[in-house]
């Protein structure tokens, strides 16, 4: 198993999970996360629609095609 080095994010996300012990604050923590990540994909999504990068036909590829990339 290879073990990278903390990035900032994740160093300070763990400073915070030591102040909230409950498991609400838990359940809360990963909406907000969710929430965050699919409006970024959203913007991201929009932006390349709008610039010709993706389209219907584009979609459908990832979709429904087999699109992984090989583990090496």
Known sequence: ???LPLNAIQQHLLQMFTFNK????LKELQ???FNYYRDKLKLQTRDFWENNQLDSTKMEEIMYGHNRISAK
Do not use: A, K
């Open 22 to 25: 409950r498991e609400d604050g």
């Open 31 to 33: 909406s907000v996360l």
């Open 1 to 3: 198993m290879v073990h």
